[in-house]
């Protein structure tokens, strides 16, 4: 199973700049890098922060671009998103019972999960009762599961990202749900942050993506602002099997020199590998 992980696209009404640059430019060199070389992808999934205002013209946008692209598109919410809106411009997404964009299927063998985190009014991840019921009985209902949302619930050790995680209150039963659920579990993928970060939670390994648009610094010590700038985006590719995954980070927009080298012992000799 092939997997093209996108995230935070942030998209806005045509023509107004997010964080001073061209949103709308960014994903569509995305979209063409897929058209152009994962062909053979099973899923393109965006996970959370589709537009930057949760504007109706930013949704009709994107929906607009999603076209002649090589298999489905799964979206998520993110904290910048309007549920309502996005909702209104795409009517045939699927969603639980309590109107939350939580969504599975199965694909090779594995549910794929796709997690609503967000609530009203608030950069923070939300993650209740209600929610937890329904992603357990998915669980419950699958051999093997593979989970994506827009928010990390576990904090990453930098005081000013953490307080937009999963919130404090609704950690215990993610983790409680997780730790009951481990063994089928192959990974959680997020965004939220625009930058990768990997590591394990509660024994299920986890990895982020960067953003289509302007990436974060990792502050250690910063307890209140969040820092980014204009570094070069990209989005990965998830090449899940049996037994293992492979991540690939993907550098969409660089269009400078490439360097080829064979792989031999010589070509990496003096004075070729030195030229």
């Known amino acids: 199973m092939k997997l093209v992980h996108i995230s935070d696209i942030h998209l806005t009404v045509p023509g107004e700049r997010m964080g001073g640059l061209d949103p709308h430019r960014r994903f569509a060199q995305a979209l063409d890098e897929v058209r152009l070389r994962h ?29 002649d692209l090589p298999c489905p598109v799964r979206l998520l919410m993110g904290n910048h998103d309007d549920r309502a809106n996005f909702l209104s411009a795409f009517p045939d997404q699927p969603h639980d019972e309590n109107g939350y964009v939580n969504y599975a299927e199965d694909v090779g063998g594995t549910r794929l999960l796709y997690l609503d985190t967000t609530a009203p009014r608030t950069h923070a991840g939300h993650f209740g009762a209600d929610r937890i019921a329904w992603l357990d009985a998915q669980l419950k209902g699958c051999t093997r599961a593979r989970l994506f949302m827009h928010h990390n619930v576990m904090t990453l050790g930098q005081p000013a990202e953490d307080k937009i995680a999963l919130v404090e209150a609704d950690r215990p039963a993610f983790a409680a749900l997780l730790k009951r659920h481990a063994a089928k579990i192959d990974y959680l993928h997020f965004g939220h942050i625009h930058a990768i970060c990997t590591g394990t939670y509660c024994g299920i390994p986890f990895a982020s993506v960067r953003s289509t648009g302007n990436q974060s610094l990792p502050d250690f010590t910063e307890t209140e602002l969040l820092h980014g700038g204009p570094m070069a985006p990209s989005f990965a590719i998830i090449e899940a099997r049996e037994d293992m995954t492979v991540i690939h ?27």
Not at 54 to 62: K, N, R, S, V
Not at 249 to 275: H, L, N, Q, R
């Open 39 to 67: 062909q053979d992808a099973d899923r393109i999934i965006i996970t959370g922060d589709l537009t930057h205002w949760g504007e109706p013209q930013a949704y009709a946008t994107l929906k607009e671009a999603l076209v």
């Open 249 to 275: 980070d993907i550098p969409f927009t660089w269009d400078g020199p490439v360097f080829s080298s064979g792989t031999g012992w010589e070509d990496w000799a003096k004075p070729v590998a030195a030229e």
